[in-house]
């Protein structure tokens, strides 16, 4: 095989340019769209903005008329009634009226009960308590011995009775 001089390698790719653009189609000049005069005008009206109502279209469709929804009622099982106890309420000391107390201990008392209630509510399926009430007799023989140790209500009074419900677990 020949080696191809520079000359011979310009003069081949010369040709296969020319081909190839002779090859192509000739380029026409695009035809401009036209519309149909009632939709030159909807365009028209589009851009000066002034459809601030129903579109055209949607005035000659008549909305359907739908049948009205009917709710069925489902047999329900009769549910046994379930007698819900209140909140245990400590009493407080009988120096002290609830409606005298300062925001704090106002606050600590009702941590106090939060922490009685979810005592109760974390251990009411334990053996050790048969019913509801055995578990609130427990809690307020706890809140009884933490209220005689601090007679006052304050941090102290409250950490007693967590530790008093921690150590039962």
Do not use: G, W
Not at 17 to 38: G, I, R, W
Not at 86 to 109: F, H
Request: aromatic letters at 6%.
């Amino acid at each position: 095989m020949k080696k191809l001089t520079p000359s011979q390698i310009l003069s081949f790719m010369t040709i296969a340019f020319l081909a190839m653009s002779c090859s192509s189609e000739p380029k026409t000049q695009p035809v401009q769209k036209t519309y149909s005069s009632d939709t030159q005008k909807e365009f028209e009206a589009i851009e000066k903005n002034d459809l601030r109502t129903n579109p055209p279209y949607r005035s000659t469709i008549k909305p359907t008329p739908r049948p009205p929804v009917v709710i069925k009622e489902t047999p329900r099982e009769k549910q046994k009634e379930v007698v819900k106890e209140t909140p245990i309420t400590p009493i407080p000391s009988e120096a002290t009226d609830v409606s005298k107390l300062s925001a704090k201990n106002q606050e600590r008392l009702q941590e106090i009960n939060q922490n009685l209630a979810f005592f109760c509510m974390k251990h009411r399926k334990d053996k050790i308590f048969q019913d509801e009430e055995h578990c609130l007799a427990y809690t307020k023989k706890v809140l009884a011995a933490c209220e005689k140790k601090h007679k006052l209500i304050n941090t102290v009074m409250v950490n007693c009775i967590k530790d008093q419900l921690k150590k039962r677990k």
